[in-house]
């Protein structure tokens, strides 16, 4: 076949894969790309294609194989190099994405658009000194718009840079007054007072927003708008006016995010009947602790006091945060090769559970994030959702420490309701939901309790703020550590911290989010009786 032939025929190829993939026709769309990929071998592009494809039908392990392939030969290209570092990301394959971005960090003189890309992509990482760097490069170079300003602001937020990031968050809902995402995080960002407040603007706002929308973001954008003005009337202690705006906020929210009862129930019934090693006798226990920096898992519930633990535990001279990452949840369902794909992803992990590798598992987390303890000899993991995963580490990383932190239920459950999470959390914005949650998570924790007895420490949140050096002692000698005077003074801990509550984290300890609850006592009355009754620390 002459070169002009088997052009026209490549071309018909690329067009045929296009529509099969625009019809979610996954079997004839693979078809069709590995016939492209036969005839041109270096078309990265086509490669890619079918790596996601692949990746459509649930075949991860050879998805991920590909896009491995396609890094390792990348074409000079730098917005297909951002889409591949993005794949990466989304498939646990941290050390080839940051080889990407490394790669992109020598363009000579990048466009700010493929600063922003880069600065996105590290910012998932975890990376927030470098993404604020690229996000500082790119407004220098002219870029102007209410995202990416709101990235940048919550960048100068995690850094700790807060009269920063509220001059931005305050310029742009001069320009753009109907930002939701600026007013929210401006209004987390300090207590709001009497003699400084941002409520007036607020309620002109939501005056001129569409009532009854049924647009989903102009339901978003009222939601946004209805939370700031109860979080600037609860800490003007209103509550009876601040109580009616956050129902409204959560009563959106709960139509755009319902609540998956059956799904979450069906998950915590799989992870109970998951067949439990005999800590004493299982193969795990015999194998020898891994090399290099050793993980400390934090889990339990959001909310509930995880940050705070993670932010005294950091503080020690032998210990990072690397933050919330997902890390072991993407290297389960690479061991598993299922696709995530919310509770049936697990479900699914949990059906082929006896087939895992779970010293293989260990040792792809390892690989993929040991990077982040920056020469310390520990890293924390702190991911309140790893709660369920605490079966698959004790099997993969028998030597990790778990740490479950524990906080009245009541005040957790409501710290949830107040929080605003944005479209993820759909349990937290309706009070049955929210019961119905917390009940799946005390009955799997009770659980591993009783199976796993000694798998995690419990860490009591009412004993961390209020004798903060004898909890935190029995913490740190559970790890392995002994105490240093900074974890007392998490005040003085200057790394970045990615959380809705890193501006509050930066204070010094104190008792001020105990029973937070009862000021709004009778509103919360059905979700403390469904969950049972507040006043202790309890599973």
Known sequence: MNSLSLS??????????????????????????????????????????????????????????????????????????IKVAQRLVAVGETLAARSCLDLLAQAPEPPPELLVGQAHLRFVLGEIASARALMERALAAGIDSPGELHLYAMLLQFSGDIDHACTVLESCLR?????????????NLRKQKPEANRLDFVQE????????????????????????????????????????????CNSLMHELNPYDTAGEAAVTDALIRLPVPNEQTDETRSRPAFDGPIPIFIVGMPRSGTTLLDRMLSGHSEVV????????????????????????????ITQHSADIDYAELGARYLKQTQWRAQGRAYYIDKLPANIQMVAFIRRALPHAPILHM??????????????????????????????????????????????????????SYTSLVRDPESMLRGVLEYCGLSLEENCLHPELNASPVATPSSAQVRESIHTRGLDQWRHYAKQLEPLRLAIGPPGVDAD
Request: with cysteine.
């Open 406 to 459: 524990v906080r009245d239920p009541i005040d957790t459950c409501f710290s949830n309701f107040k929080a605003m999470f944005g479209n993820v959390s759909s349990y937290s914005y309706d009070l049955q939901a929210l019961a119905h949650y917390y009940g799946e998570y005390a009955r799997l924790t009770r659980h591993w309790h009783d199976r796993l007895p000694g798998a995690m420490f419990d860490v």
């Open 205 to 248: 706002q939501l005056h001129r927003l569409t009532r009854n929308s049924k647009d989903p973001d102009a339901r978003f954008v009222r939601a946004e708008f209805e939370y700031a003005q109860f979080k600037i009337l609860d800490d003007l202690k209103r509550h009876e006016e601040a109580w009616p705006a956050l129902v409204r």
């Open 175 to 187: 320009r753009w007054p109907h930002f939701g995402d600026a007013a929210m995080v401006l209004v």
């Open 8 to 81: 026209t025929a490549e071309s018909r190829l690329r067009q045929q894969a296009r529509q099969c993939i625009d019809s979610q026709q996954w079997e004839a769309a693979q078809a069709t790309l590995e016939s492209l990929v036969l005839q041109a071998p270096d078309d990265a592009v086509a490669r890619l294609e079918l790596a996601d494809v692949l990746f459509q039908r649930g075949r991860l392990r050879e998805s991920t194989a590909l896009m491995l392939r396609v890094a390792q030969r990348l074409p000079r290209d730098t917005a297909f190099i």
């Open 321 to 348: 945060s690397a933050g919330e990452i997902i890390d072991f949840w993407r290297q389960l369902h690479w061991v598993a090769d299922v696709t995530p794909a919310r509770s049936q992803g697990l479900l699914k």
